[in-house]
């Protein structure tokens, strides 16, 4: 877990000047992982990706 969190902080820091990107990568996360534990939200995240696009 904390490899994995570390390794997430890291991407987090490198795009820390483009706050609008983090944001984006954060919501993007977020939704691949709701995703990952609850299939049946598959669909939403991948809509809501379409619309970030």
Same mark, same amino acid.
């Given at each position: 877990? %904390?490899?994995?969190? #570390?390794?997430?902080?890291?991407?987090?820091?490198?795009?820390?000047? @483009?706050?609008?990107?983090?944001f984006?990568?954060? %919501?993007?996360?977020? #939704?691949?992982?709701e995703?990952?534990?609850?299939?049946?939200?598959? @669909?939403?995240?991948?809509?809501?990706?379409?619309?970030?696009?």
């Open positions: 877990m %904390s490899f994995t969190e #570390s390794t997430h902080n890291n991407m987090i820091d490198m795009h820390k000047e @483009r706050r609008g990107h983090t984006v990568h954060k %919501s993007i996360v977020m #939704s691949f992982t995703s990952t534990h609850n299939p049946s939200l598959h @669909r939403s995240s991948s809509s809501t990706l379409a619309r970030t696009r």
